[in-house]
């Protein structure tokens, strides 16, 4: 199995899970009178229907360029994107009021304490959250996949905001029904910050935002590596949703006749895009060496 098919099995596993999960959690917090368990099946099915719209943003990014959007339709998924973490931030929103409200109110007080089988569900998602987390960042790692990887962080705060759930439905099955309500509320904010999390990352690819820091250092390495580059004078480069452009300026000898600097050039550009997949296009620009832009 290859790098870019481990990414998507994996993927389309931590899809299956993260349902599985959600619809168990509704179910069981509704059955065993579970606010906070129910809270963190919204959690989890936010997380389903965040991995689907992306992926729907991407097949949509993918289509081949047009002459009326002729850079191509990858900021459809950072719409996607942003129309979805609109919804998330609502539901955070409206389950922290519901939350508050029954305590300020105190209808919490006539809810039967959490069945032992919330307790169990939880304990449960716990494990294989965590077991996600793992399998998430190894294939993150070996399939160089950013989005793996921000998926297994993701996942990581899950087993934290799990974690607070366990704890209130124990207090609430100890005589103390108020801590489920407060475990619920604490979910509510994961929730939130999942949707504004989403918000940051669709904006930032909408404005162009520069590529990771690592990613253009070791650019600028590869660039520095190649035959006939005296010296790098400029690197530039801009995200565009799930792509990025770059520009380049190299001081190549300025003895060569225009062919031999062309040469260079398209050495650089191929170099460029054949070493990172997830560059759209790069543009070179030929200096000559002797006169250093200032």
């Given at each position: ?126 494990i294989i959250k965590q077991v996600m987390v793992f399998h998430s960042r190894w294939a993150g790692k070996k399939s160089e996949s950013v989005a793996l990887l921000a998926s297994a962080w993701d996942s990581q705060s899950d087993v934290f905001a799990t ?109 460029i895009e054949h070493t990172f997949p997830s560059v759209k296009h790069c543009m070179v620009h030929v200096n000559p060496y002797k006169t250093r832009k200032r």
């Amino acid at each position: 199995m290859n790098e870019k098919h481990l990414a998507l099995r994996t993927s389309q596993l931590n899809i299956a899970l993260n349902g599985l999960l959600a619809l168990s959690k509704l179910a069981i917090g509704t059955l065993s009178h579970s606010v906070a368990l129910f809270n963190d099946g919204i959690n989890n099915a936010g997380d389903v229907i965040s991995s689907v719209i992306a992926t729907v943003g991407i097949a949509a990014g993918s289509k081949a360029s047009d002459d009326e959007h002729q850079y191509g339709h990858e900021r459809l998924e950072c719409v996607a994107a942003i129309l979805l973490s609109g919804i998330i931030m609502v539901v955070g929103i409206t389950l922290f009021a519901d939350g508050l409200i029954s305590i300020i109110k105190g209808s919490y007080q006539n809810r039967q304490s959490p069945g032992l089988l919330a307790l169990v569900m939880a304990i449960a998602s716990i494990i294989i959250k965590q077991v996600m987390v793992f399998h998430s960042r190894w294939a993150g790692k070996k399939s160089e996949s950013v989005a793996l990887l921000a998926s297994a962080w993701d996942s990581q705060s899950d087993v934290f905001a799990t974690t607070g759930g366990l704890v209130g439905i124990i207090f609430a099955r100890l005589g103390y029904p108020i801590a489920d309500s407060i475990a619920a509320m604490i979910i509510a904010l994961f929730i939130f910050r999942v949707g504004l999390d989403v918000f940051r990352d669709g904006t930032d690819k909408m404005v162009d935002r520069a590529c990771d820091e690592a990613m253009v250092e070791k650019m600028r390495t590869t660039i520095e590596a190649v035959e006939g580059v005296q010296r790098l004078d400029l690197l530039r480069s801009r995200t565009f949703a799930s792509r990025c452009y770059v520009d380049v300026e190299i001081a190549a000898d300025g003895k060569l006749s225009l062919t031999e600097a062309h040469t260079i050039a398209e050495r650089v550009h191929d170099t460029i895009e054949h070493t990172f997949p997830s560059v759209k296009h790069c543009m070179v620009h030929v200096n000559p060496y002797k006169t250093r832009k200032r």
